[in-house]
């Protein structure tokens, strides 16, 4: 085994920590915000919901692993550097604390060290169109609408409902969606660096098929769970207070609206953003209230954060991979 095998099996296994670390924000900011638990329940909460979200299958995986590109382009290195620049642009906007969106991360830096390698042929477009790209654009509108529409069906259900009752049902049934929505988050981001290991391992023939070992599984959902635990309050405090004012009946429908989205794209194995689907959720139940309730502002910040990743992750990755491949044999 090589050097860079074992350095990119390291940088797997972090990110898949540093995901849930930074990720945290996205599945609990909403009961956060809103008081139904206090910052360490919630986050002891949100890592036993990721975890469970090993129950959803592997097909995120197999698209990170097989989807993007040409798996004959894959080795230790070209790993390595894809893992390493998705994780310096991860780190440096976590810094600013802007939320940004792991899976676009991954594949902007599979992106930018596969056209190093090889090219534009290197690259799988049609895939990366119809499995990223589209649903990168379609989730924060399918939340925000559907988020939208349910904030108002509530409204109508429980407009002759005194507050402080409306508030106590919310509450209890914002403990349902709030650990479903980390369950999603878990079913759609632990599966990540499960398609990095598990290439790994292929390709180094440690295993006869691309089939996700379940030690794999066990460790990645382990480590998200883990990086749940540190929290990432930074982001919490953007996703919770910096978008819109929230309270139970609003955090309960934004977390409705993106696990019911998340779930969706988990099965069908489309590496969506946690962090776009619950923004436009948040956005959606703002927006509902009154145009003026939503930070406009910041959400124009966040969205700016998204667009940059694919193309910033595929930038450093592809100058790693450059350099590693010419100075090392």
């Given amino acids: 085994m090589s ?12 990110f898949a920590f ?28 949100s890592a036993v919901g990721n975890f469970t979200g090993l129950l959803f299958g592997t097909a995120v995986a197999q698209t990170i692993g097989r989807g993007i590109v040409d798996p004959n382009l894959i080795n230790d290195k070209f790993l390595f550097s894809v893992l390493l620049g998705g994780l310096l642009w991860d780190i440096s906007t976590w810094f600013f604390a802007l939320p940004i969106s792991e899976s676009h991360v991954l594949v902007g830096s599979l992106i930018g060290a596969g056209l190093v390698s090889a090219g534009s042929a290197g690259v799988k477009f049609n895939s990366i169109l119809d499995k990223v790209l589209v649903p990168m ?16 069906l509530v409204s109508r259900i429980f407009v002759s409902t005194h507050p402080k009752k409306a508030n106590r049902i919310f509450r209890s049934l914002q403990l349902i969606s709030s650990f479903t929505t980390s369950v999603s988050h878990g079913a759609n981001d632990g599966q990540k660096a499960m398609g990095i290991v598990t290439i ?7 295993i006869s098929s691309f089939s996700v070992p ?15 635990l540190f929290g990432g309050w930074k982001i919490v405090k953007t996703m919770s207070k910096g978008i819109t004012k929230l309270k139970p009946y609003q955090g309960f429908c934004s977390e409705a609206a993106s696990t019911l989205v998340l779930f969706s794209t988990a099965l069908i194995g489309f590496p969506v953003s946690t962090t776009q689907a619950v923004s436009g959720a948040i956005m959606g139940v ?28 595929a930038l450093l990755s592809g100058l790693i991979y450059f350099i590693v491949s010419r100075l090392v044999p």
């Fill in 137 to 152: 654009i379609g989730s924060p509108v399918i939340t925000f609408i559907v988020a939208f529409l349910l904030i108002r």
């Fill in 286 to 313: 703002g927006a509902a209230r009154r145009k003026t309730a939503v930070h406009w502002t910041m959400a124009r910040k966040i969205v700016i954060a998204w667009f940059l990743t694919m193309p910033a992750s």
């Fill in 214 to 228: 379940l030690w794999v599984m066990l460790a990645c959902y382990g480590l998200l769970s883990l990086g749940t």
């Fill in 18 to 45: 540093w995901n849930g670390l930074s990720d945290a924000a996205y599945s609990i900011s909403t009961i956060i915000a809103t008081r139904v638990l206090s910052p360490r329940l919630a986050v002891l909460f």
């Fill in 200 to 206: 790994l391992l292929f390709n180094a023939g440690l």
């Fill in 3 to 14: 050097v860079f095998f074992v350095l990119a099996i390291i940088l797997a296994f972090f």
